[in-house]
C-alpha cells in the first residue's frame, strides 16, 4: 500500500475520510465546492509569493507529480549534489515489514551543516501551510517528513519548520513530535490495511466541505445514527455506547439515572429532549426554559452580514425592514462593489437604522454584534451610538436555543427554516458560496454575481423574519 503525506493527513482529519478516498471510488464524490477551490488557489498564490520573495533560488525536479519514483530518484540527486534548496521534491521510503510504502512531498528541503550520507550536509524540511497557527495535524506531516528524510539522508533530522499565512516561522522540534507520529502511522495503518470502513460520524462544521459528505450523509440517515442529534458530540456518543444506546429510540427512554452519572443532568435532559422532538417530529419546550422578551414592535429590523474573511471586509450588510401593522417591507442592500466602500455602507446602516431609533433588530449568531463592534470600532462612531444601537440587538439564536427544542439536525438559520416552511430561492447555496460570488465579482465585474449574493442575503433576512414570527406564536402558546 502506497500512503502519501496527503492520504496520512486525511486520516488524522477523519479516519472514514481516509479509507473511503483509499478504496472508494472516487465517481461517488460530491462535485468539488467553489469555496474550496477558492481555499486551493489561496494556497497556490500563498506558496508562490513566499518561493519569490524568500526562496527564488530553489530547483525543484523535472518529473512529474505522479512518477513519484523517478521523482524520489531525482531529488537524491540533488541531495548529493548539495544543492541549497530543493523545491517539491519526493521522499519515498519502503518498509516490507509493513507492506507500505511512504512518500512524502514536502514543499522545501533546505541544506544545513551536519552529516549525512551525501557528504559534510544534510537536509530539514519546510511546509507552507494557508493556516494562521499550527495545528496538531500541520506538526504531524512536518514529522512525517522528517522521519522520511532521515531515512533518505542516513541521518536525523532534529526539525522541521512551517511558514504560515503570514509568512511567520515555526519550527516543530521532532524530540516532543517523533513519538507522536510513530503512534498516529501506527494507527493509520491497522486502519487502512484491515479494509474494514469505519463507522460514519457527521460532524457539521468538519464534514460540510469534505467531498464524502453526500456519501456519508446518507448512510447516517438509513441507520439514524445518533451523530445526526445536535449535541452528540464524539465524546458524547462514544459514553452512549458504552451505555448500550445506539438510536434515537433508546435515548429518548433511557433512565435518567443510568446517564445522569456519565454525561450529566442538563446534558442528558437535553438530549433526550431532542431526540423526543425528532422522533414525534414536533418542538419542545425546554424544563428549565426563560421566556425570552419577544414582543412586536411597530417597526422592526432583520439583520444579515455577508464578509469577506480573507480581504477582511464585511461587504454587504442587509436589513429588512418591517412594519407589523401593515405588514410592508422593506429590504435595504448596503453592498461595498468595492472593499474600499466598507465605511460607505457602515454610514449608510446607522443612517437607515436611526430612523426607527426604538425598532429592534433581531438576527441570527453573535457574528453580528460582534461585527458592529468591529465596525464601530474601525471607523470611530461614537462610544454612545454604539451603546444604544447593541441595546437594540435581538440574538434569536440565544432566544431558541435557550428556550425550544426542535426536530431538526442542526440550529443553523437554514435548517431552521427549512423545517418552518421557509426555502431559498437558490437551493443548496451557504454563506461560503457568497465569498466566492464576491471574489468573482471583484475579478469579473459581472453582475450576476452581485443578484446572486443579495438574494440569498435577503432570504437569511426574511427567515429571520420567520424563525422570530414562529417563536413568538409558539411560546406564546406555551404561556397560555
Known sequence: MLLTDGLFLDHRRCERRAFLNLYKSHSEQDPERGFLLKLRQESVNHLAYVLEHFYPHAIQPTSKHQDFYLRSVETETLMKEGLDCIHNGALLFEEPSRGVTLLGNPHLLI????????GDWAYFPINIQLGRRPKPEYKLIASFHAYLLT???GSRADYAQMILRRHNLYTVYLTDWM???EKALAQCLTLLLVSSEPEVFISRQRCSLCHWYSHCYTVAQAEQHLSLVPGVTPSRYQSLQSLGISTLASLADASPSLLNPVLGFETVSG?????QSILEKRALIKSNYFHPQLITAPWEFYFDIEAEPELDVEYLLGVLLINTKTKEQRYYALFAEQPEQE????SEFLEIINQFPTAPIFHYSEYEVE???KLAHRYLTPTCLLESLLNRFVDLHYQVTHSV???VESYSLKSLGNWLGFYWRDPGISGDQCVCW???????GERSFIDSILRYNEDDCQATYRLKQWLLEFLTAVKN
Do not use: E, H
Request: proline content about 6%; cysteine-free; hydrophobic content about 45%.
Open 111 to 118: 541544506k544545513t551543516a551536519g552529516k549525512s550520507r551525501f
Open 151 to 153: 531515512k533518505v539522508q
Open 179 to 181: 513519538p507522536r507520529l
Open 271 to 275: 438530549l433526550q429532549l431532542q431526540a
Open 343 to 346: 465605511a460607505l455602507i457602515w
Open 371 to 373: 461585527t458592529i463592534k
Open 405 to 407: 427544542i426542535m426536530p
Open 438 to 444: 464576491y471574489d468573482n465579482w471583484l475579478k469579473t
